[in-house]
């Protein structure tokens, strides 16, 4: 049975269109109408018609029809459905009618009548997947068929704000990511023991090799990494007490990044502001989860012990390193002289700065506190010594772990983990309002 | 004048800088109370705190890697080898081997293993099996197969509990367990210095201490979750961790089947979770949880009299023995059963569960470990020396599997039942683990440095 059959429109040809020029104007107006009417109807069949062929329903409806008439043979039965899993009451009609047509075609027909066979289905789910049971009572018999579905992708609303937040899925993982990094030559991430390298497919990325890092010592809880581009072909990779560099080697023969770890206390770079010619680093607790506080080169006031940083342009012209302390506090460091943030309550130790174009230019999105369920982002803007708010919070899906730039700074990563704590990594992007 | 003042005032205190909640913190010491013995398998609180096993399962139950970097199977799951991590070292300070694993696991499990042989090649670990052993992985999760250290280098047995875990003993005296932070931890340091648990305060002690910021994390049973967050505690309840049920003995006068599956009917299941739980169970006739299955329903939990009546028929069993493994609620419900069972023609007698005779009826707890629900069925069925283990993993053949296991009616599945824990101001992050255990080496302390 075909349930999506083909929907042909005629449409007028072009050649048809050119030899109208030739006819009146109240001519030409009303093959517009047509025209656009013809269109309308196409596009308004092709939407209702992909919307049938997309029903989530009728693969299971179909496998179950197939399993209970697999048990029942030919013949009349009574069929009713009972929904305890989340599927919305408004489906159920919908299903019991994809139920009835799929029986029928293997010759079960579904009647009212009491003393007929029995068809109980239930359209359950646990704690991973939808799972429908069809219970076929023949007489004092009664067997069993069942079929499990996948769940649906939760579908995100956008926050909306003074600038719009959005956020765009780059890649899952089971394992922790720490960070990643779009290259000329792939994706780059950053795990907790190895170094994933992903081409683009046409259905996003997919691993292509993945080299050990081989540390000589365990990672904290809660780590933390660092990968900065290092050149179009090259990267610099930084976990607790080892540091990496790769380098794509593009020759036909290799066409295969190259990857060195080695032991290093090094500090770890900063993320740069455009005005500082010479690349600020600092200082990492490689036995805990938190820079140290030392700067280097100086920025002119020692921080205290802190967890993220960013740099934003100040309406003077010059720059003000932002540092979140371990301390729960946010700080600025502006012309060498430490001063506190307001506002900043509901940060959480995650921050990365977004040159959007939008109001002052530069945004810093923030990590929330972490006191609700779920994580939100939010994109904050500094023109004073107060952090103000300038978008809607925009929930992600778990606990952000990690935030960083991206190379062009026009959008920020976050690395969340998940309830099922599966990794996401998701582009952040504003748009102005 | 005042007003404006106060006003104005009350503005600049909102736009003071406070500070935000962060990243956790690492030192301090958390203090544990607990009733129970914390080395007490299963799940004594201590045992995942100093041991790991060979795998592990994360919060939604998958099974992940832990002192074994990798597995294969071969010879259709007959055979299994699991590499061990590199790099691990037990408290002591001695390496990880495979020698050192396969005689942890021989003094885990002396009979009836999931494995026929288990033994050391190189750095990994083989098991073989007579039958196929698709759940491996997942049982070698379970706390009874955690890793200790069994003999030092010099061959001697080492003095206390030895493992690779997040924390270390340090000592032991007059009811107090002190563990201290392993700082090369293969998983990581965890983040509090230290842990105290202090054993056998009765509860409500326990709940005062906690309320007087003597304790930070504390027990609440089941049965009084209700009673801790009536009292404003902030209580973590789990997902089911633990089966009540019924193992009934099928030789003397319960070898008749039919007997058995009376004993089934008669059970009021609902008013156990209702009355003895306190609505904190859930009434269960299946051995799976619904979240693990979604097919639970297929088991109907309710009380069948008639049934029971009809299935006894007229047959009148010698009175039969029961006991209790376990004490407060558990011997409430062996009492309700009793009942229960009288109404249906049964005479049922408490007796002591440590007693020379098996008893006809054994009221008990069973492990729920881990979220793929074919090695819970396996687990759980083994626990009664009946390993039930479905040829797949689709839920046709897993309800086949528990259905077959069942309709033997040797074991009862009566409530499925949460662990629950209560935690003080100081401590953030804290979550139960797939045990439904505090997983307190990722917890940390709000006050600390």
């Known amino acids: ?221 809660d780590p933390k990494g660092v990968l900065i581009p290092d050149g179009g072909a090259q990267f610099e990779a930084w976990l607790a007490g080892t540091q990496c560099r790769g380098s794509y080697d593009p020759a036909p023969s290799q066409g295969q990044w190259m990857v060195s770890c080695y032991a290093s206390d090094d500090p770890w770079p900063l993320t740069q502001s455009d005005q500082t010619a010479v690349p600020v680093k600092a200082f990492f607790n490689g036995a805990r989860n938190y820079f140290t506080g030392v700067i280097t080169p100086s920025v002119g006031a020692d921080p205290p012990p802190f967890y993220s940083t960013a740099w934003i342009p100040r309406a003077s012209g010059g720059t003000a390193l932002v540092v979140g302390g371990i301390d729960g506090k946010v700080l600025t460091i502006e012309n060498g002289v430490l001063k506190p943030i307001a506002g900043t309550r509901d940060w959480g130790s995650d921050f990365a700065a977004i040159h959007s174009g939008c109001g002052t230019g530069t945004q810093i999105v923030a990590s929330s506190s972490g006191e609700a369920a779920v994580d939100s982002l939010l994109a904050y803007e500094f023109p004073a010594l107060e952090a103000i708010p300038v978008s809607a919070p925009l929930d992600v899906r778990g606990t952000v772990v990690a935030l960083w730039p991206a190379p062009d700074g026009k959008t920020v990563l976050a690395a969340t983990r998940g309830a099922e704590n599966q990794y996401e990594v998701d582009r952040v992007s504003a748009l102005c309002n | 004048m005042y007003r404006r003042f106060a006003i104005s005032c009350f503005v600049a205190l909102l736009t003071l800088p406070t500070a935000a909640r962060t990243r956790p913190h690492y030192g301090g010491t958390l203090r544990v109370e607990i009733e129970g013995d914390p080395w007490q398998p299963p799940n004594g609180i201590a045992r995942r705190l100093v041991f790991d096993g ?209 004993i089934a009917a008669s059970i009021d299941r609902s008013a156990l979770a209702n009355v003895i739980f306190q609505k904190q169970g859930e009434a269960t006739a299946s051995l799976l949880p619904r979240s693990l299955t979604g097919f639970a329903f297929l088991f109907p939990v309710d009380r069948d009299l008639n049934k029971a009546h009809e299935l006894r028929g007229g047959l009148n069993a010698p009175t039969l023995t029961l006991s209790v493994d376990g004490d407060g609620a558990l011997r409430l419900a062996a009492q309700r059963i009793a009942l229960n069972l009288k109404e249906a023609g049964f005479n049922a007698q408490e007796v002591d569960a440590g007693g020379a005779q098996r008893a006809d009826l054994m009221l008990r707890t069973i492990p729920l470990e881990g979220g793929e629900a074919a090695a819970v069925l396996e687990s759980v069925s083994r626990s009664v020396g009946a390993p039930a283990i479905p040829p797949d993993s689709s839920p046709t053949s897993l309800y086949r599997a528990e259905r077959d296991f069942l309709d033997r009616h040797t074991l009862i599945p009566l409530v499925d039942l949460p662990r629950a824990y209560a935690s003080g101001a100081r401590v953030r992050d804290l979550a139960l683990d797939a045990h439904g255990l505090p997983d307190l080496a990722s917890a940390s302390l709000e006050d600390a440095p």
């Not at chain 2, 030789?251 to 008749?256: P, Q, Y």
């Open chain 1, 1 to 221: 049975m075909n349930r999506n059959p083909e929907v042909k429109v005629q449409l007028p040809a072009p050649n048809d269109i050119i030899r109208a020029n030739e006819k009146s104007a109240e001519t030409m107006k009303a093959m517009k109408l047509i025209r656009w009417a013809a269109m309308g109807l196409s596009v308004l069949l092709a939407v209702s018609s992909s919307a049938a062929a997309t029903s989530p329903w009728e693969q299971p409806a179909a496998a179950l029809a197939e399993q209970i008439a697999g048990i029942l043979g030919p013949g009349q039965a009574h069929l009713s459905i009972r929904n305890v899993s989340r599927i919305s009451s408004e489906d159920v009609p919908a299903i019991r009618k994809l139920l009835e047509q799929d029986l029928k075609m293997h010759g079960v027909t579904v009647s009212d009548d009491e003393s007929a066979n029995s068809i109980r289905v239930t359209l359950s789910e646990n704690a991973r997947a939808r799972l429908w049971v069809a219970e076929v009572v023949e007489g004092s018999v009664t067997q069993v068929a069942m079929v499990q579905l996948s769940p649906d992708g939760e579908q995100r609303a956008q926050a909306v704000g003074g600038l719009t937040l959005r956020t765009e899925r780059v890649l899952t993982s089971r394992e922790p990511v720490l960070a990643a990094l779009e290259t000329a030559n792939g994706l780059v991430v950053l795990e907790t023991e190895q170094i994933v390298f992903e081409t683009r497919g046409p259905d996003g990325w997919h691993e292509q090799s993945r080299v050990s890092i081989g540390q000589r010592r365990p990672l904290p809880r």
């Open chain 2, 54 to 262: 060979l795998t592990t399962l994360d919060t939604t139950g998958a099974v992940q890697s832990a002192l074994a970097s990798g597995w294969e199977s071969d010879n259709a799951n007959h055979r299994w080898q699991f590499r061990l991590r590199p790099g691990v070292y037990f408290h002591d300070g001695s390496p990880l081997t495979s020698t050192a694993v396969v005689q942890s696991l021989n003094l885990d499990c002396p009979a009836n293993c999931p494995w026929a042989t288990v033994h050391a090649v190189g750095s990994t670990v083989v098991f073989t099996g007579d039958s196929p052993m698709p759940n491996l992985p997942a049982l070698l999760a379970g706390d009874e197969f955690l890793i200790a250290l069994t003999a030092t280098a010099d061959g001697k047995t080492p003095s206390g509990n030895i493992g690779t875990g997040p924390f270390q003993v340090t000592s032991f005296n007059n009811g107090l367990l002190a563990l201290g932070a392993n700082e090369t931890c293969w998983q990581g340091r965890p983040l509090a210095d230290a842990i105290e648990i202090r054993v056998h305060p009765a509860v409500h002690d326990q709940w005062l201490d906690l309320s007087v910021g003597r304790a930070d994390v504390v027990e609440v049973p089941v049965e009084m979750v209700r009673q801790a967050q009536q009292q404003r505690l902030t209580v973590l309840v789990s997902q089911p961790a633990f089966l009540l049920a019924l193992e009934v003995t099928d030789s003397g006068a319960l070898v008749n089947p039919m007997l058995r599956a009376a």
